[in-house]
């Protein structure tokens, strides 16, 4: 059974860092391109972060280049989203996604509210 599971979401204030972790179970974990995405009420879901299979490629949103950082870790079947400098319009539910050629994943999702 396929599972993608979601952590390390809260409140926080501006300014503060989260750090959000995505643990997979199901599948083979290191053939897959896993992403970070974002939704905020009233919005639609957008790319916020894509890793490549081994690790060796990112890429970022505009929105948040230099404030956060996608990693992976293939031994323990788990992908991370560092979060920095957060800003208000950082707050939406974050959402771990797996996909390959032929198959794409989502977890349940971890809120994540900035706020003073």
């Known amino acids: 059974q396929v599972q993608l599971v979601e952590s390390g979401g809260g409140l926080v204030q501006p300014g503060g860092s989260l750090r959000l972790s995505c643990a997979a179970s199901g599948f083979t974990f290191s053939s897959y391109t896993m992403s970070w995405y974002r939704q905020a009420p009233g919005k639609e879901r957008e790319l916020v972060a894509t890793i490549t299979t081994a690790g060796s490629s990112t890429n970022y949103a505009d929105s948040v280049k230099g404030r956060f950082t996608i990693s992976r870790d293939n031994a323990k079947n788990t992908v991370y989203l560092q979060m920095n400098s957060l800003k208000p319009e950082d707050t939406a539910v974050y959402f771990c996604?797996?996909?390959?050629?032929?198959?794409?994943?989502w977890g349940q999702g971890t809120q994540v509210t900035v706020s003073s």
């Open positions: 996604n797996a996909r390959n050629l032929y198959l794409f994943y």
